[in-house]
């Protein structure tokens, strides 16, 4: 497995960050799941993702008995009480599994064309704050999507999901409909990624 990176934001927590540099027969190998997905490299983040759930379970000694979608989208561990939440940005996929609480996590690459989309996620203070920051716009994007799979239900990102950063840049905050949630931040290879702490 590729994992560059394990954190461990909390005693009741994991991140594990992967790049994908196996080739797809190697990945199916890994896994009794099947996907059914055309496309090689989504093919791949779905291997991937749940070889790193399994990952994360064994981190914690929980048994794996695989992942299943609520019709949100959110997915969830079958048969288990603990939480994960999975993002893929080919060729990175990352996840994170809390023992105790509902978690968010997010990964996208650095990349001008999100200043084209910024009005439909970005409230006008928070475009007036970043303006046509390219990293910034990413950072918040991918830590509005953290605190959507938090949350697992319809949110606007505009107005019910507010960004407020703190002097420490690897830490900012979000607001989901009024509750205020801690985020991490991270930096690899281009590519942002954010979680829930």
């Known amino acids: 497995m590729g994992i560059i990176k394990i954190i461990y934001p909390n005693k009741n927590s994991i991140v594990i960050i992967w790049k994908i540099n196996e080739p797809l027969s190697a990945l199916q190998n890994m896994t009794k799941e099947k996907s059914k997905i055309k496309n090689l490299?989504?093919?791949?983040?779905?291997?991937?993702?749940?070889?790193?759930?399994?990952?994360l379970c064994k981190s914690f000694n929980i048994r794996y008995y695989g992942i299943i979608k609520h019709d949100s989208g959110k997915p969830y561990l079958k048969n288990r009480t603990e939480n994960i939440s999975i993002s893929h940005s080919f060729p990175y996929v990352t996840g994170i599994l809390n023992k105790e609480k509902k978690c968010g996590i997010d990964i996208e690459k650095i990349q001008k064309k999100i200043l084209k989309i910024n009005h439909k996620f970005l409230s006008k203070?928070?475009?007036?704050?970043?303006?046509?920051?390219t990293k910034k716009n990413t950072i918040y994007w991918s830590a509005k999507e953290s605190?959507?799979?938090?949350?697992?239900?319809?949110?606007?990102?505009?107005?019910?999901?507010?960004?407020?950063?703190?002097?420490?840049?690897?830490n900012i905050y979000g607001k989901v409909l009024?509750?205020?949630?801690?985020?991490?931040?991270?930096?690899i290879d281009g590519y942002i990624i954010t979680y829930t702490n």
């Open 41 to 55: 490299n989504k093919q791949k983040e779905f291997y991937a993702s749940r070889i790193l759930i399994e990952n």
């Open 125 to 133: 203070s928070e475009l007036n704050k970043i303006k046509n920051n």
């Open 147 to 170: 605190l959507y799979k938090l949350k697992g239900e319809f949110l606007s990102f505009k107005n019910d999901i507010k960004i407020k950063e703190l002097k420490n840049s690897f």
């Open 178 to 187: 009024s509750k205020k949630i801690l985020l991490n931040v991270e930096e």
